[in-house]
Antibody, heavy 122, light 109 residues
């Protein structure tokens, strides 16, 4: 079964650093893009960025460029989303998702990880 | 960046009725590269439709997607109690970011 398993909930203080993870199972991890999506409390989905594990090619939404870093460790089939200095406004659930693609049908996200709740509070 | 606008923001219907959800793009979506997702409270989103009209594995045929260019529709026929959730569209046209619509909340009447 293809699945993405994310790390557990985190509670941090403003200014602290954080790295959350997303481990892939059941498919060739290096062959598919992995995306990160933010969902702030009670709000919708926001596309953060994406990485291709095969060559670490990474793209960021302009809204998140410079605010987060996406990386991978292919030896353990894991993608990461990290912050160097958290803000209260980073409080959200962060999902990872595998991007699938087809020349005719385009792209889509499937499956999704279960989400990691990040709470930033003093 | 392509902006997706979903309407209505919320929809109140009874089981057995048909729901029609709209997703409008600020510019044409390349080759109809549009997906729909369902999200229930406390759960991750789940893929319903990709390529504007192809159902994902395991999705009942009560769910159908249509549209092209800038106007797309998700139709849910014969609503079941488990269908009441929030629905998002997402576009994959052109370059990232591959934006989402703001969501439509489908509520039980």
């Amino acid at each position: 079964e293809v699945q993405l398993v994310q790390s557990g909930a985190e509670v941090k203080k403003p200014g602290e650093s954080l790295k959350i993870s997303c481990k892939g199972f059941g498919y060739s991890f290096t062959g598919k893009w992995i995306a990160w999506v933010r969902q702030m409390p009670g709000k919708g989905l926001e596309w953060v960025g994406i990485i291709y594990p095969g060559d670490s090619d990474t793209r960021y939404s302009p809204s998140f460029q410079g605010q987060v870093t996406i990386s991978v460790d292919n030896s353990i089939n894991t993608a990461y989303l990290q912050w160097s200095s958290l803000k209260a406004s980073d409080t959200a659930i962060y999902y990872c998702a595998r991007e699938m693609s087809s020349p005719i049908r385009g792209n889509w996200f499937d499956p999704w990880g279960q989400g990691t709740l990040v709470t930033v509070s003093s | 960046e392509i902006v997706l606008t979903q309407s209505p923001g919320s929809l109140s219907l009874s089981p057995g009725e048909t729901a029609t959800l709209s997703c409008r793009a600020s510019q044409s979506v390349l080759s109809n590269y549009l997906a729909w997702y369902q999200q229930k409270p406390g759960q991750a989103p789940r893929l319903l439709i990709y390529g504007a009209s192809s159902r994902a594995t395991g999705i009942p045929d009560r769910f159908s997607g249509s549209g092209s260019g800038t106007d797309f529709t998700l139709t849910i026929s014969r609503l079941e109690p488990e269908d009441f959730a929030v629905y998002y569209c997402q576009q994959f046209g052109g370059s990232p970011p591959y934006t989402f619509g703001q969501g439509t909340r489908l509520e039980i009447k």
